[in-house]
């Protein structure tokens, strides 16, 4: 498939994917879709340096595989939203808050490490309605100034890194959002009864962002559910699971439980978006899915325990110590010599191995509802 040809690492053993190949009768005659560009709203899953410039700077050993110098991401390399990108073939994002060497002409990306759905969650203050709020003024701002400006003459070289006012309805919008919400619960030690609870009203918040893109022109969504959060080695190490509440590959159940009722909540709401905005067209995917079977198929895949992650420490007094940081002059969040044999990166979030691996299966709509390839996003398959 040609969603496949771009993915490829010196070193890293990627399974053929014949097994993994979307069914022929959807989607198998159509065009391939033409984004002119991607805008994107999340976390640090797909976080492409706005923590980076907002907050602080995301020090060494990140970016050490692929970027070898600062990339504002939360990994050794690349995130799933760069393999989406590639995939494109458009350039990786620029995050809409980093000023310097930015260029917008094929999309933005507003995701900021830490955000949440819901406004109050206490990691960041860029949730997702600030977020779609700060694309609304990127729409009204870079509009003006292209027709200002580029409109009806030659396109100078100020007008280069702009994006074209007619390419913001053909664009494909992503969103991979709500990791931070159902964490922030329970790192508060909030009653699981009342972290379930809060997940409606976290989709209302969703939907409702969701209301507003569509208003200001956007038409295809690719929308990613919930990570097996359970499954972190971060989680593991701080909710020291019991025999009975982990599972065979060593994950907390409760909270993948909690994981999967958010997504089955999820899905019933992106069901009811397709029914409100039938020019819209919705994709589904179960990243949930894909990474725990990379999980639950570690080793066979060639890397080592999931429940252990490359650069940090747990050792430091029986503390995380965060990648990258030091202690009293010592280097304690050093990074381990092969990252592409971890899944985990610093406990938290996957390395570009583990990304790559979960992009490879997910891009080619094996995972998605409908399935359809990234590529073939923009139609709306009669179901």
Request: with cysteine; glycine share 8%.
């Amino acid at each position: 498939m040609e969603s496949m040809r771009l993915f490829s690492m010196s070193g890293l053993f990627v399974l053929p994917l014949v097994a993994l190949m979307i069914p022929a009768s959807i989607g198998s005659g159509w065009q391939r879709c033409r984004f002119p560009a991607i805008y994107n709203f999340g976390d640090s899953n797909s976080d492409t340096g706005a923590c980076n410039a907002a907050v602080a700077e995301i020090p060494s050993p990140y970016r050490q595989t692929f970027f070898k110098q600062p990339s504002g991401r939360a990994s050794d390399g690349r995130l799933i939203i760069d393999f989406l990108a590639e995939n494109l073939g458009l350039p990786y994002l620029s995050a809409y808050l980093d000023s310097i060497g930015t260029n917008f002409r094929h999309g933005a990306n507003f995701a900021t490490g830490g955000s949440c759905i819901q406004p109050a969650c206490g990691y960041s203050p860029f949730n997702l309605a600030t977020q779609v709020s700060q694309f609304i003024h990127f729409k009204a701002r870079t509009t003006a100034l292209y027709n200002q400006l580029c409109l009806n003459r030659k396109i100078p070289a100020h007008c280069i890194d702009l994006p074209r006012p007619d390419d913001f309805s053909k664009s494909i919008y992503t969103l991979d959002i709500g990791h931070n919400d159902l964490a922030y619960g329970y790192l508060q030690h909030r009653a699981e009864g009342r972290i379930r609870a809060s997940i409606p009203n976290m989709l209302t918040l969703f939907s409702q962002a969701v209301h507003v893109l569509y208003s200001e022109g956007a038409r295809i969504f690719w929308i990613h559910n919930m990570d097996p959060m359970g499954c972190l080695p971060f989680s593991v190490m701080m909710y020291q699971p019991k025999a009975h509440n982990v599972d065979r590959n060593g994950c907390v159940m409760p909270q993948n439980e909690m994981a999967k009722e958010f997504n089955r909540q999820l899905k019933d709401k992106v069901s009811q978006l397709r029914t409100q905005l039938p020019s819209a067209a919705f994709t589904y995917v179960d990243v949930y899915s894909a990474k725990y079977a990379l999980i639950s198929n570690a080793k066979q895949q060639g890397f080592v325990d999931p429940r252990t992650f490359c650069c940090g420490s747990y050792e430091h007094h029986g503390h995380h110590v965060d990648c990258g940081k030091k202690v009293n002059g010592t280097v304690y969040g050093s990074s381990c010599r092969y990252p592409s044999r971890h899944i985990s990166w610093d406990g938290i979030h996957f390395t570009e191995a583990a990304n790559l691996w979960v992009a490879n299966r997910t891009l080619n709509g094996f995972f998605s509802d409908p399935p359809v390839s990234i590529d073939k996003a923009c139609h709306r398959p009669q179901l």
